[in-house]
C-alpha cells in the first residue's frame, strides 16, 4: 500500500493541479473517502489549488430516516430480537434509540453481519429481526443469506439502497454546483462503472470511480480537474485494480433476484425513485415489514422531525461543513451524538471530530 501513499507522488499532483489555475467543487459519496481525505489533510491541500470537495450521501447510516429508526425500535419494544451494526444501535430516533430500547429491558444485538443475526436466530425460537442497511456493497451478503434458506424466525427490515438514483437526485436539485463526482470504489466493484455513464451525460459532469488511498483521491481529482480543463464529461476508472466496467456479474445477479427497486426517503432528501431494495415477493415471510405491519402500522406513513438543530440533511447534501453546525463539538460530540452524522464512523461529523476536534 506504501505506493499509495508516496509524498512525493502527492506533491507532483499537487504541483500540476496548481499550475491549472482551478475553481472546481467536487463532490464524493462515501465514507471511507472522507476519512481519507480529513485524516491526509487532502482537502485543506486541494483547496490551495482552487478545489473545494464536499461528501454527499454517502454513509448508510447517516442516510437511514429517523422513522427508519423508529421502525427497529418499536418492533425492539414490541419484543423481537433487533439485531443490527454498532454504529445502528446510536443513532437517535424519535423516541429514542436501539440503545435506549436495550436499557428498557428490549433486546437488541449488536452484530456484524447478517450471518451473526442467523447464528442468533437458529439458537432461539423467538423472532429474530435483522435491520439492513448499507449500499450495492453490502446487500449481496443479505441476498445470499436469503436465497440460502435462513430460519423461519429472521427476518429483514430491508433499508438497503442504491448509490446511482441519490446521485442523480442530488444533483438534479441543484442546490451545489459540482464539477465533477469521485465515485465509491467498494460500490463501484459491485456495479462497475456503467451505471455512472446516464449521469455524466444528464449532467456533463466528469466522475471517476476511486480507490481509498490517498494517491487515488488525488488522481481521481486530477482526471476530474483535467477533464474539466477539456470540456470532456466520461467516466474514468481510477481503480482499475478492483473495478470493471461491467462490475460484479453474479452479486448483481443475485441483488436482482432478492430485490426490486422501490421509492424511499433519504435523510436530508425527499423521496427518491427506485432507490430502495425491497424484498421481492418471493421473500414476504422473511420481510420484516410485512411480517410485523400490525406493530408498524402507526409508523410506516409518519414523518419525524430531524433532532433539534441539527444540520445533517444539509451535510449529507454537500451544503454544510461539519463545523458550521452550532452543536458540532459543543452540545454535539461522538459520546453524546445529537445526529447519525456524529454517530456513524463514516459520518462527516465523526470524521471531522475525530481528526480535527475542535479544542
Ligand atoms: Fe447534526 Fe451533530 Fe453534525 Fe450538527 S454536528 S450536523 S448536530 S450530527
Known amino acids: 500500500m506504501h505506493q499509495f501513499r508516496d ?13 491549472m489555475r482551478l475553481n472546481l467543487t467536487l463532490m464524493h459519496v462515501c465514507g471511507t ?74 433486546k437488541v444485538k449488536l452484530v456484524y453481519s447478517i450471518t451473526d443475526a442467523v447464528e442468533i436466530a437458529k439458537e432461539t425460537d423467538a423472532e429474530v429481526v435483522f435491520v439492513a442497511i448499507g449500499f450495492e456493497t453490502t446487500a449481496p451478503s443479505t441476498a445470499v443469506t436469503l436465497l440460502k434458506n435462513p430460519p423461519k424466525n429472521l427476518s429483514i427490515l430491508s433499508y438497503h439502497r442504491y448509490l446511482p438514483p441519490a446521485l442523480e437526485a442530488l444533483l438534479g436539485m441543484g442546490e451545489l454546483k459540482i464539477q465533477g463526482v469521485i465515485e465509491p470504489g467498494h460500490v463501484s466493484v459491485i456495479i462497475g462503472t456503467k451505471p455512472y455513464e446516464k449521469i455524466s451525460e444528464k449532467f456533463s ?7 481509498f488511498e490517498p494517491l487515488d483521491v ?21 481503480y482499475g485494480r478492483a473495478v470493471r466496467k461491467e462490475g460484479n ?10 430485490f426490486e427497486p422501490d421509492n424511499v426517503r433519504w435523510r436530508g432528501f425527499p423521496t427518491i425513485p427506485n432507490s430502495r ?27 419525524f422531525p430531524e433532532p433539534a438543530g441539527c444540520g445533517c440533511d444539509r451535510v449529507l447534501r ?42
Open 7 to 19: 509524498a512525493a507522488i502527492a506533491d507532483k499532483i499537487l504541483e500540476r493541479l496548481a499550475s
Open 33 to 106: 473517502h472522507q476519512d481519507t481525505i480529513v485524516r491526509y489533510g487532502l482537502d485543506a491541500l486541494l483547496r490551495k489549488s482552487g478545489i473545494i470537495i464536499r461528501q454527499g450521501p454517502g454513509c448508510p447510516v447517516c442516510v437511514t430516516t429517523t422513522r427508519e429508526i423508529e421502525e427497529a425500535v418499536a418492533l425492539a419494544r414490541r419484543g423481537k430480537i433487533v439485531a443490527t451494526y454498532g454504529d445502528m444501535l446510536r443513532v437517535p430516533g424519535a423516541t429514542g434509540s436501539l440503545m435506549d430500547a436495550r436499557s428498557e429491558g428490549a
Open 205 to 211: 459532469l466528469p466522475q471517476v470511480v476511486a480507490g
Open 218 to 238: 488525488l488522481m481521481a481529482v486530477y482526471m476530474i480537474a483535467t477533464q474539466a480543463r477539456d470540456s470532456k464529461s466520461n467516466v474514468e476508472n481510477e
Open 249 to 258: 456479474r453474479k452479486a448483481l445477479e443475485v441483488l436482482s433476484e432478492v
Open 277 to 303: 431494495m425491497k424484498l421481492r415477493n418471493e421473500f414476504d415471510s422473511f420481510d420484516a415489514e410485512k411480517k410485523y405491519s400490525e406493530d408498524l402500522k402507526r409508523i410506516v406513513n409518519r414523518e
Open 318 to 359: 454537500g451544503l454544510m461543513e461539519p463545523p458550521e453546525c452550532m452543536l458540532f463539538g459543543t452540545r454535539c460530540t461522538p459520546q453524546h451524538p445529537v445526529g447519525p452524522c456524529m454517530v456513524s464512523m463514516e459520518g462527516s461529523c465523526n470524521i471531522e471530530y475525530r481528526y480535527r476536534r475542535p479544542v
